[in-house]
């Protein structure tokens, strides 16, 4: 998508008065209650089954009934599953490609010994701060980073470790 093209989108998602629509806090609340569980259900799953690789197979098919038939019953309705290009393609691919990665390394992590109360925190301490720290690699700011977004990554990473630390036992 060009640049002006997304400056249209996000145009579009103003209300009348010139105001941003909030809608999109929904679906941030959705993902933050269904990664907050998934580490807890991951685990459960994993002790039940027996097997981490069987943990990993119902991870796929769970990946595969959202999200491969869901878009496709979707798009069907909007005229048709066309219009990829080779660069979405591949950049949406190595997207899904990293989840899955980081889904196989939960699962090992807690067939090594990690609980889900020592896992999640430090993935979900960790990973906002590669998150920005990639970003801005690949999106380069007009002008240096506040040196209060160092802060911030002190305060996560200390967050994450007091989480750790004073998790109930």
């Given at each position: 998508?060009?640049p002006?093209?997304?400056?249209t989108k996000?145009?579009?998602?103003?209300?009348?008065?010139?105001?941003?629509?909030?809608?999109?806090?929904?679906?941030?609340?959705?993902?933050?209650?269904?990664?907050?569980?998934?580490?807890?259900?991951?685990?459960?799953?994993?002790?039940?089954l027996?097997?981490?690789?069987?943990?990993?197979?119902?991870?796929?098919?769970?990946?595969?009934?959202?999200?491969?038939?869901?878009?496709?019953?979707a798009?069907?309705?909007?005229?048709?599953?066309?219009?990829?290009?080779?660069?979405?393609?591949?950049w949406?691919?190595l997207?899904?490609?990293?989840?899955a990665?980081?889904?196989?390394?939960i699962?090992?992590?807690?067939?090594?010994?990690?609980?889900p109360?020592?896992?999640?925190?430090?993935?979900?301490?960790?990973a906002?701060?590669?998150?920005?720290?990639?970003s801005?690699?690949?999106?380069?700011?007009?002008?240096?980073?506040?040196?209060?977004?160092?802060?911030?990554?002190l305060?996560?990473v200390?967050?994450?470790?007091?989480?750790?630390?004073?998790?109930?036992?």
């Open positions: 998508m060009q002006s093209a997304v400056a996000l145009a579009g998602n103003r209300q009348a008065g010139g105001k941003r629509s909030m809608v999109w806090m929904i679906f941030t609340l959705g993902a933050v209650l269904s990664w907050g569980v998934y580490g807890a259900a991951l685990h459960k799953g994993q002790g039940l027996g097997n981490p690789l069987k943990a990993l197979l119902c991870v796929g098919a769970a990946y595969f009934l959202i999200g491969v038939l869901a878009p496709v019953v798009l069907s309705g909007q005229g048709g599953v066309t219009g990829f290009t080779t660069s979405g393609i591949v949406a691919g997207g899904g490609a990293l989840g990665v980081g889904a196989v390394c699962i090992y992590a807690f067939r090594a010994g990690g609980l109360a020592y896992v999640m925190p430090l993935v979900f301490g960790g906002p701060v590669i998150n920005v720290l990639v801005m690699a690949m999106h380069p700011p007009k002008a240096a980073p506040n040196p209060m977004l160092y802060l911030g990554f305060l996560v200390s967050g994450a470790g007091m989480v750790l630390y004073y998790k109930p036992s």
